[in-house]
């Protein structure tokens, strides 16, 4: 109901038939991306964690992260981020994460490779997700399902997600590059 009074529509086809399954959701330039995601969280319904700086856990407010889901990652510190998920998808028979390639609001000249690597790795999909707010909508696209041959796959997500339209435009990566 609040998505429909914010004037969001929910388009494509939601996966709840694969159990392990990766979001990547495009493109992230606004606080506004978050409050999105948990309504598309609790709207639809499904189950889904994702990852965010770790900053965003601590006191007062870290409890209200951690119960949306949230699992907090150290962005200052090199850990095998790919690695540690990977494992968590083997150890899980259901298990889900969305996650922002830009890994920032900020403008980006190149997205973070990580959630490619953790699909790769894992053997699980890639679920593309618009979030479209020229056109108030969330497109799920179709599953991907990396071919290990990442320009060629980039390409894809490239074309996927061009022309979507960010809270804040200006902030969007240029998806040009990996066509």
């Known amino acids: ?32 991306d978050f ?7 609790g709207g639809i319904p499904m189950d ?25 990652v150290d962005r200052k510190r090199r850990t095998n981020f790919v690695d540690s998920m990977t494992e968590l998808y083997n150890k899980y028979d259901r298990l889900s994460f969305a996650i922002a390639p830009e890994g920032t609001r900020k403008k980006v000249d190149r997205w973070k490779t990580g959630f490619y690597y953790i699909a790769l ?18 497109h799920y696209g179709d599953p991907f399902w990396p071919t290990g041959n990442f320009d060629e796959d980039m390409k894809f997500f490239a074309k996927h997600f061009m022309g979507t339209v960010g809270k804040n435009p200006e902030l969007a990566s240029d998806l040009s590059i990996y066509l």
């Open 48 to 72: 889904v964690n994702y990852v965010a700086k770790d900053s965003l856990f601590k006191w007062p407010y870290g409890w209200i992260f951690r119960a949306l889901g949230g699992i907090p």
């Open 35 to 41: 409050p999105l995601g948990i309504l598309m969280k």
């Open 121 to 138: 790795n894992a053997k699980i999909p890639i679920i593309p997700v618009k979030f479209d707010y020229k056109n108030m909508e969330v």
């Open 1 to 32: 109901m609040i998505l429909k009074i914010w004037g969001f529509k929910i388009t494509g086809h939601f996966p709840a038939e694969i159990k392990k399954k990766l979001y990547v959701v495009y493109p992230h330039t606004s606080n506004w």
